[in-house]
Each structure stands twice: as C-alpha cells, then as structure tokens.
C-alpha cells in the first residue's frame, strides 16, 4: 500500500516526477530593463507577453525557491474565466461598462491560455469543459438562484450562465446530495505544475534569465535587494501574491489566504461509471467555505477547500504540509458528495497561500514615478486571472516605454486600484478565524436544518469582513 504524502509541495509534482531541480541563483548585482520578483503565473505570464512585445528587452525573474513553487504550482487547476470579485464595487469608481468590459476580458483569457498552450507545445492535461457550482443544501439553492439573478443584472445570462435542475445536475456529475446547479461554459481544467513549468521553460526560451534560491529582502524605486546581490531596472514587478507579507514593507497588503487540497487514488472504470462526470466540468459548491474539484488526467479527483485559513502573523506553510484535520475535513466532503468513494485511499495531500486585499478585489497597477508595478490579490481565482493581470502589465509598461501599440486591458477597472491595509496582528488573525468559524458553523447548521434560507450568522460574517 503506498504511504499518503502530506506537502513535497502538491500531488501535481508528484504527478510529474518529483519537483523540478534548481537553476542557477543571482550572483552579485546586475543591471536589466525589467527586474520580476516571483516566478509563478503572474511573473512569468508577465515576462512572456512583454518578451513577446519587444523581444530586446533585458529581463531578471528573482524567484527565492523555483519557478512554481507557489500557488502556481499547487491550486486546484481550475482555468475559470468566472469573476469572483465585487462588480459593484469597481464600478464604484470605474462605472458599468468597464466592469462588463473585464468579465468579457475574463472569458477571452480562458482561450488565450488555451491557444498560447497549443501554440508553444505546453501539454498541461487542458479540457474545456465549463464549470459546475452544485448546491448541496436547500440554502445553496437558494444561493444559485440568487447568484444567477446577480449575474443576470450584469447581462450574464445563458449560454454564458445556465442553471440545471436535480436532474440535469445529475446527469453530468452524480453528487449524492444535489439540489440543482449553475453551469458555465467558461471554464477549464488544467494541471498547475504543467502549465508553469512550461511557461517558465518558454520564457527562458525567449531569453528572459531565471534566478531560482535568490530571496528578494526589499523592492525600491528602480531597485531590488536580494540575499545574492542587487537588482537595477527600469521597472520592478512585484508578482508574489500570497508571499507578499513577506517582503519589506508589505506586511499588511495582501493576507496569505491558506487553501488545500487531496487527491485520491485513481478511481476504478466503476467509480466513474457510478460519478459520472464525463465533461470534466471544474466542480465547486455553494458554501460559506466552499470547495473546488477537478477530475485528473489519471482518474482522480483532486479537491480543496479552505481547512486552516490564514497563519498568525502572515506566516506560510512549509513545502505545502497541511494539517491532518483539514485532510479529514475534506475527505468528509469527498464521501458526503461520493458516498461510492467511502474508504478511498488519499494519496496526496498538500496546502498553498493565495492573496486576498482587503476588500476582495484583484488589483493590477505601475507606479511610473518609481518603475514600481504590481499584480495579484485574485482571491483564490488567480489561474486565467494572472494571464490577464500580465497582459495589463505589459500595457502599462510599454505605454511608459513610448510604445504606439495599443492594449486595451489597461482601461480595466483594477487599474492601479489601491485599497486599505489590513488590521495588525492579533486583530487579523483573530478577525479571519472569526469570520471562518461562523462560516463552518453556518454551513453545518443548513445541513442540519434543512432549511432554504442563508444562516444569518454567515451573512453578518461577510458583511464584517467586507467580503460580500
Ligand atoms: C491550494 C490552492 C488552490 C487554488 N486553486 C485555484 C484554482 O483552481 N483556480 C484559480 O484560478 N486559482 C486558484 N488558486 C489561486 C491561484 O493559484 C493563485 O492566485 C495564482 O497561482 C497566483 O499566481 P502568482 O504567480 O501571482 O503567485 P505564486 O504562484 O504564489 O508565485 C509567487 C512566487 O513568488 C515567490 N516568492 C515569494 N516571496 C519571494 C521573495 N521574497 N523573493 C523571491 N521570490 C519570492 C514564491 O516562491 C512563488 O514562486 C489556488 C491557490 C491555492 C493555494
């Protein structure tokens, strides 16, 4: 029987073979056009187009573990062109149609990966087969339904939203306790590792330089220092999203949000053939601490959730190892949905930090007066999120660099979008288990009461942390 791993940094490694070995770190300080700090989606993706655009430049990725070794190389492989931040409020400040802008934005950046993937010969096991969020109480469907009515206001309506009855749920994916569902076509499954390592292979290919094992300690104007020298640039860009806190100065700006995951064993053809899921539909849920699964190339099912959510004082796992009752949490989940799968063997196991502002709204932005650019906060939708946040990169450098080329992705509502800090410790800490504690609390007493209306304890909970 092979022994559960818990970390090695996500089962998608595992998958490949094991971590990727080191490239070579910064030795002694240089000079480039564009110095990046992290190599994940939002870096690399950064690199890329902006490689692509003007293939002279002179760029330095600083990445203090390996390309992947964050987020990136660990989420639940959802490429989802779905908004999950406030429309109301971008609009606030951006007005309507620069919303309806993004989310169109959002949709085209499901196939830009998809295409860009075929075109360098990026394998990463693609399948677009939309997305599911089934309700699994009678406040869920309450919550769908409501959540469609949202959307509609905004013009999303069918084909690009559709709900489906018990039946039709069903018929896709047989999830035991199933009231009805919402479905997008707008969505993909992905693996993580494949797609960043494949990226970062192509990005060097272009002759952007990888520096792996070098920690950047402080980003200043035109200026990174790192434990291995000192970077000069025309531009810095910041892409290390739920690492931030752990840079000089940063503490406060984005809260590491924890999520997990499971794999289990491969299924067997009668497994499937009781679950279904023949589409390969990206499937979530409709609760307060909702969950995300996908179906593996191999015949798993890989599924998260959010388990532990933030480390006191910022703090980040080691190597991805997650805490043993987060893995019972989410088997719980996996059987209540699957009862066939009671008694499954787990065989990975591993968590990861992502970025959440203080107002739940991803942000892009270039400061031209320090070369200081940004991208990140995408709240836990950061996978096609971050090919978008690049691309808006790439515009807002190069329109400062003279380029007569126009890119429309810099009229977007995150455009140098600032927000408020976080609280200081312990408030934070006390604030996001607070929040997270009613949230269980208000999805297991829907279960157990049965009843159609949102607990009241979760909507004040979303309310308080400004997340609703
Ligand atoms: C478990 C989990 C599941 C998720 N599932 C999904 C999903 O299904 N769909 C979706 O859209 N999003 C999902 N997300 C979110 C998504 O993965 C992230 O938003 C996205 O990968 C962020 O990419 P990034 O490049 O900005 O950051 P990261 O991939 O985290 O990269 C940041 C990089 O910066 C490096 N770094 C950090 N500090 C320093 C430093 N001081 N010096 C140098 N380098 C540094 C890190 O080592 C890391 O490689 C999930 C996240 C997690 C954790």
């Not at 002279?56 to 999950?84: D, H, P, T, Y």
């Not at 999830?175 to 707008?186: E, K, L």
């Not at 660099?401 to 995150?414: A, K, Y």
Request: aromatic share 8%; glycine share 12%; with cysteine.
């Amino acid at each position: 029987m092979t022994a559960r791993v818990n970390g090695e940094v996500s089962f998608w490694y595992g998958d490949i073979g094991g971590t990727p070995g080191y490239r070579p770190s910064l030795e002694g300080d240089v000079q480039c056009d564009i110095a990046i700090v992290g190599a994940g989606y939002t870096g690399l993706w950064t690199a890329y187009y902006l490689m692509k655009s003007d293939p002279s430049l002179r760029i330095v990725i600083l990445e203090k573990e390996f390309a992947g070794f964050g987020a990136s190389g660990r989420n639940g492989g959802w490429l989802s062109g779905e908004m999950g931040w406030s429309r109301e409020r971008y609009a606030e400040r951006s007005g309507r149609q620069s919303v309806i802008d993004l989310q169109r934005a959002m949709w085209a950046t499901v196939d830009e990966v998809i295409d860009v993937c075929d075109r360098e010969g990026i394998n990463a096991d693609i399948v677009k087969g939309g997305s599911l969020q089934v309700a699994t109480t009678a406040s869920q469907a309450v919550r769908v339904r409501e959540y469609m009515e949202h959307e509609a206001d905004w013009g999303v309506s069918a084909p690009d939203l559709v709900f489906l009855d018990q039946a039709e749920t069903k018929a896709r994916v047989e999830v035991a306790d199933a009231h009805c569902s919402s479905f997008t076509p707008h969505a993909a499954r992905i693996q993580p590792a494949k797609l960043v390592q494949g990226l970062a292979r192509i990005v060097e290919g272009l002759g952007a330089r990888i520096c792996e094992r070098t920690t950047v300690l402080e980003i200043n104007p035109h200026q990174v220092v790192t434990d291995r020298g000192v970077v000069k640039a025309d531009y810095v860009i910041r892409a290390t999203e739920g690492f931030t806190a752990g840079i000089k100065g940063h503490r406060r700006e984005w809260l590491p949000m924890n999520s997990a995951m499971i794999a289990t064993e491969p299924l067997s053809a009668e497994q499937w053939a009781n679950i279904g899921w023949n589409g390969y539909e990206t499937l979530g849920d409709a609760a307060h601490g909702y969950m995300y699964a996908q179906r593996t190339r191999d015949g798993r099912i890989a599924i998260g959730g959010r388990g532990l959510p933030y480390r006191f004082g910022s703090a980040t796992d080691i190597n991805g190892q997650t805490q043993e009752r987060t893995i019972e949490m989410l088997e719980e989940i996996l059987v209540r949905m699957f009862p066939v799968l009671s008694g499954t063997r787990i065989d990975h196991a591993w968590c990861g930090v992502l970025g959440v502002p203080r107002d739940w709204c991803a942000t892009v932005g270039l400061d031209p007066s320090t070369g200081i650019g940004w991208a990140g906060g995408y709240v836990g939708m950061g996978v096609a999120t971050s090919n978008l946040a690049a691309r808006t990169l790439r515009g807002l450098i190069l329109a400062q660099n003279g380029s007569t080329d126009e890119f429309e992705e810099v009229g977007l509502p995150w455009v140098n979008r600032r927000v408020r800090r976080w609280e200081p410790e312990p408030f934070r800490w006390l604030g996001v288990h607070g929040l997270y504690t009613m949230f269980r609390s208000a999805d297991r007493s829907e279960r157990r009461r049965g009843a159609a209306q949102t607990s009241r304890s979760a909507q004040i909970a979303a309310r308080i942390a400004g997340r609703d």
